[in-house]
């Protein structure tokens, strides 16, 4: 199992950028993809990015597209989503998880507690 503990979050007024990190421990990071999810209130969890093993191959929600990034430093253990020009329906708890395979599939998947990200109009 991996422990994620994910960071970044906060209140930002609409156009602004934040940078969220994932710090990985308990596998070797650099054996298994990793994602990013969100939830707002009143809605499912859903997918917003994800990387495979090596960042070499990216998924993107398409109303993310465009504006955020997932990355990864396999050095440090770390994944991370910057996220630029927020609007308020980015506003939700995102989520790191992290995959048992060096690409994406289905699952299962370890999650992070969670991070809050609120854009203010």
């Known amino acids: 199992q991996v422990r994620l503990v994910e960071s970044g979050g906060g209140l930002v007024q609409a156009g602004a950028s934040l940078r969220l990190s994932c710090a990985a421990s308990?596998?070797?990071?650099?054996?298994?993809?990793m994602g990013w999810f969100r939830q707002a209130p009143g809605k499912e969890r859903e997918r917003v990015a994800t990387?495979?093993?090596?960042?070499?191959?990216?998924y993107y929600a398409d109303s993310v597209k465009g504006r955020f990034t997932i990355s990864r430093d396999n050095a440090k253990n770390t994944v991370y989503l910057q996220m630029n020009s927020l609007t308020p329906e980015d506003t939700a708890v995102y989520y790191c998880?992290?995959?048992?395979?060096?690409?994406?599939?289905?699952?299962?998947?370890?999650w992070g507690q969670g991070t809050q990200v609120t854009v203010s109009s």
């Open positions: 998880a992290a995959g048992y395979t060096s690409t994406w599939s289905p699952g299962p998947y370890d």
């Open positions: 308990g596998r070797t990071f650099s054996s298994y993809a």
């Open positions: 990387i495979n093993w090596s960042g070499g191959r990216t």
